[in-house]
T-cell receptor
Framework: GESVGLHLPTLSVQEGDNSIINCAYS??????FIWYKQESGKGPQFIID?????DKRQGQRVTVLLNKTVKHLSLQIAATQPGDSAVYFC??????????FGPGTRLSVLP | NAGVMQNPRHLVRRRGQEARLRCSPM?????VYWYRQLPEEGLKFMVY????????ESGMPKERFSAEFPKEGPSILRIQQVVRGDSAAYFC?????????????FGPGTRLTVL
């Protein structure tokens, strides 16, 4: 289930289930969106991106959906594995400037 | 194919000292970004630089903080007269020179602790 802690919201999923991480972005002019994964003690790692002229993009086990009408971005992870446990950030930008990161969601994969 | 490199990885300073954080972008990248991250929080944009130019410093405090990206050498984020509130992880990211948008690739970060 999903809960909101003092800082980071946390999503707990069973290993093998699909995960959906949501992000609301703020700027309707943003034209490029990125999902990053950050493991403890490490820098953010690029997962997948999508441009504003698309509404869906698929990678290996990951899919990003963009709904510009409601300014919503989601990251779907298929068959979640223990190695997927991390904090996930969405980021938006306009013309490569003003990168704005969301607050992050901690994904916890349960055995 | 070295990624973005940052040093030092950990830096301890006493209040009032100076902190200098270095970032070497990926080969071929000419855009550098600096971010600050507090524990359990997201990344906050500080400054965006290209070689010898500051493009956007809207996220950087007006006092004590400065950044540069010289023609030769790494980008430097400098914090003068550090205070305890400066303790955080500072991440650098780089992107290639191109028009429009490009993904930023992050370094491992420098964790600054102010005693």
């Amino acid at each position: 289930g999903e809960s909101v802690g003092l800082h980071l919201p946390t999503l707990s999923v069973q290993e093998g289930d699909n995960s959906i991480i949501n992000c609301a972005y703020s700027n309707s002019a943003s034209d490029y969106f990125i999902w990053y994964k950050q493991e403890s003690g490490k820098g953010p790692q690029f997962i997948i991106d999508i441009r504003s002229n698309m509404d869906k993009r698929q990678g290996q086990r990951v899919t990003v959906l963009l709904n510009k009408t409601v300014k919503h971005l989601s990251l779907q992870i298929a068959a979640t594995q223990p190695g997927d446990s991390a904090v996930y950030f969405c980021a938006e930008t306009t013309y490569g400037q003003n990168f704005v990161f969301g607050p992050g969601t901690r994904l916890s994969v349960l055995p | 194919n070295a990624g973005v490199m940052q040093n030092p990885r950990h830096l301890v300073r006493r209040r009032g000292q100076e902190a200098r954080l270095r970032c070497s972008p990926m080969k071929g990248h000419s855009h550098v970004y600096w971010y600050r991250q507090l524990p359990e929080e997201g990344l906050k944009f500080m400054v965006y630089l290209q070689k010898e130019n500051i493009i956007d410093e809207s996220g950087m405090p007006k006092e004590r903080f400065s950044a540069e990206f010289p023609k030769e050498g790494p980008s430097i984020l400098r914090i003068q007269q550090v205070v305890r509130g400066d303790s955080a992880a500072y991440f650098c990211a780089s992107s290639p020179p191109s028009l429009g948008t490009d993904t930023q690739y992050f370094g491992p970060g420098t964790r600054l602790t102010v005693l």
